[in-house]
C-alpha cells in the first residue's frame, strides 16, 4: 500500500504487470544480553523475625517453612551485673538442649580515641570460638573485619532498617526492617525482620550477622532512638552534657 502511493505520488502508473521494487533489509546482529555476576544479584536466603519476649528475652524464628532456624537471646539481668559474663548471648533454641554460639557485649573501656565499641566471642564450625570487635567511630555505623575484608552496619531511612555492607564491593549482606513496633516491642510484638543474602559467600556466618545486628540495634536503643518502621520516637541519652531528641514524622531534629 506504501509502494502504491509512493509510485502514484511520482506519476507512474501501478499496473498489474508492474514489478514491485527490491528492497533490501539491513543486516542486524543479534544483541549480546548483559551477563550478571551472581554477587551482584541479591537473593534472600535467610529470613528471620526478631520478636521480645520480655526484657532479657529476643526470640528468633526463621519465616519460610522450608527452614527451621531458632535462636534466642538473652540478656544480663541488673541483679547479675557483677557476674562477669557476657551481657547478651546468642544460643540455638533446640527442644532438647540451648547451645551457646554467640557472646557479646558494649565495651566500656577508655581506649582512645573513644568511640563507642563492642567485644564479640563467636563459636565457628570447624575452627572454634572467634573473638571480634565492633567499633562505631562516628557514632552511628558500626564497623567490623571478618576473614580480611570490612563489613560496616549503617541505618538507611524509607523504610527505616539496618543495612550490612561489604565495604570493599558495596554489596549488602544483610538488611534487618523495623516492624511497626521496632525497639518499643514488648510482650511477644516483633521487633523486626532480618533478611541475610548468602553470608557464606562473602565468608560470615549466620550467628556473625545476627550478633553484630543486635549490637548495632541496642546502640540505637542507649542512644535514645527508638526506631520503627519510618519513625523514629523522641527519647534522651546523655554522654555527661546531654543530647535530647526532638522528633516528629518529617524529621528528626537535635535540639
Request: proline fraction near 4%.
Amino acid at each position: 500500500m506504501a509502494i502504491d502511493l509512493h509510485l502514484h505520488q511520482r506519476g507512474l502508473p501501478l499496473t498489474e504487470d508492474d514489478e514491485l521494487p527490491a528492497y533490501e533489509l539491513p543486516d542486524y546482529e543479534a544483541s549480546e544480553l548483559p551477563t550478571y555476576e551472581r554477587s551482584s544479584i541479591s537473593i534472600p536466603t535467610i529470613n528471620i523475625q526478631f520478636r521480645q519476649i520480655n526484657r532479657s528475652l529476643i526470640c528468633l524464628q526463621s519465616v519460610d517453612e522450608d527452614q527451621h532456624l531458632r535462636y534466642k537471646i538473652i540478656t544480663k539481668s541488673r541483679t547479675r551485673i557483677f557476674s562477669g559474663k557476657p551481657d547478651m548471648t546468642l544460643y540455638v533454641d533446640s527442644a532438647s538442649q540451648d547451645m551457646l554460639v554467640g557472646a557479646f557485649e558494649f565495651d566500656n573501656s577508655t581506649t582512645l580515641p573513644w568511640c563507642p565499641r563492642a567485644n564479640l566471642s563467636i563459636d565457628v564450625a570447624g575452627e572454634g570460638n572467634r573473638k571480634v570487635q565492633m567499633e562505631s567511630r562516628n557514632f552511628s555505623d558500626w564497623s567490623f573485619t571478618w576473614n580480611d575484608a570490612r563489613f560496616i552496619w549503617t541505618l538507611q531511612e524509607r523504610p527505616t532498617s539496618l543495612v550490612l555492607v561489604d565495604r570493599s564491593s558495596r554489596t549488602i549482606i544483610a538488611r534487618f526492617s523495623y516492624s511497626i513496633y521496632g525497639t518499643t516491642a514488648n510482650k511477644g510484638a516483633e521487633i523486626g525482620d532480618l533478611t541475610i543474602y548468602a553470608p557464606s559467600e562473602h565468608g560470615l556466618t549466620t550467628e556473625m550477622v545476627i550478633c553484630s545486628c543486635t549490637i548495632a540495634i541496642k546502640h540505637w536503643s542507649k542512644m535514645g532512638r527508638h526506631h520503627r518502621k519510618d519513625l523514629c520516637v523522641s527519647g534522651r541519652y546523655s554522654y555527661g552534657s546531654g543530647v535530647t531528641l526532638a522528633v516528629g514524622y518529617s524529621g528528626v531534629a537535635y535540639t
